[in-house]
């Protein structure tokens, strides 16, 4: 306890406060650029998925292998593959773009499976109806199957986002440098081990909590509509 | 003239032939009620018009239009020709009574939004619910439920009404509320083709009754031919089993 306190003056230097808030923003900037990417793409392919015109049967064959494989690959093993493809392509040398295309593979993988749990929970009768009243696809989608899906689509969204700030820890794996990283190098500098990570996991809880709670309150807001 | 000529029809869910070898000719203004054991293709009957169940032979015509299925205008045509009430009501959960009558005529339909709204409160007036237009389907009742979805079919403007068993889901005491309203309907010469189990209803109303078995039509003829003088042990014993 005393050599925490001892440290803490140095430890909470401007020059390590600017280091870990920049590692919180590349933690931060991984798990947004993922879960928006991952949301905006995973829709799609959820709603491509659902569709059930014979010409889409290949798109559609393509979207359950992809979906299934990158679900069942660990988030390591995806990352490692794509760092050394992105190597042997020479496509780029940036840490940072390989740990992006990854999370928005995985997320997309992800989100398309939950926001098509969340499309197969409204009732065919919804379908129908919208149907026999001339509605085309997506004009069904927007105005009768969405509305009635996100409460069931926010819950595990919102908790993969919340899985998704830690896993990007692992990003620290290829070199990055995320906020579990930025604790091991500061480890490394010789402060203790409880004091940096304790410290990282409180800046996580920073990053978590808003989101868990943003998602309560998308919850009860789609659930009482 | 005829609004609907059904000719040597087929259909099938996946391996199941739920119409078969189907031919039917109804005037304008004519209400016909199908009948019929569950299972024999009633329901079907009424997707078939709507395209929600495809013909696989056959010729449809709706308002002297031949209907290819298969095409978008075609489909267009026969759904903003027809109007559909489901049995189990299909309103939209999302919407508010007012938003179910009002989406399709405004967002579909393209029409003046005020001039739907004015539209939606009479005829929801008409069905005794224009004190309901902000609630949500489930704080209805499933004869308020139903007689939304009939005012929702109604502000299509459609010539043709299709009505899937509309009572089979209601407690006895709303089946009256609910017949009712048909019965106003009736007065007014719209084209019905009524699905029902209500066979008193169905000989008061109905000007031609389908008996439909196994996919099958058995028998179409008024309802004094079927009810007292049935051609066929088939529909002897149904009407006899119902009547009882």
Known sequence: MDRLIQELPSFLSIWNIIFLLKAMGV??????????????????????RKTKSALLIPLRILIVIYTEIFRRI???????????????GKITDSLFIIAIVTVCLIATAFISEIVRSGLESVSQTQWDAAKAMNFSYYETLKEVIFPQAWKVI????????????????????????ELTFAGKVLNNKGFSPILVFGTVLILYFILSFPLDRFGKYMERKYATN | MQQIKISDSHAYYGDLHVL?????????????SIIGPSGSGKSSLLKLLVGLLLPKSGTISISNKIIDYTNKAHLNYARNKTAIVFQQYNLFENMNVLKNVCIAPYKIQKRNKEEVEEQAIKLLDKVGLKNKLNSYPEELSGGQQQRVAIARALCLNPEILLLDEITSALDPELVKEVLDTIRVLASEGMTML?????????KELSNKVVFMDEGEIVDFDTPQNIFESPKHFRIADFVGKILK
């Open chain 1, 27 to 48: 933690t931060f900037l991984l798990s947004l650029i993922g879960c928006l990417v991952g949301f905006g793409f995973g829709t799609l392919l959820a709603i491509f």
């Open chain 1, 154 to 177: 926010f819950p595990p969204a919102f908790s993969f986002f919340i899985l998704f700030i830690k896993d990007t820890a692992l990003a620290s794996q290829i070199g990055v440098m």
């Open chain 2, 194 to 202: 009524i699905v029902s189990h209500e066979m008193v209803f169905v």
């Open chain 2, 20 to 32: 078969n070898n189907v031919s039917l000719s109804i005037d304008k203004g004519e209400i016909v």
């Open chain 1, 74 to 88: 660990p988030f390591l093993v995806s990352l490692l593959l794509i760092f050394y493809i992105f190597q042997i």
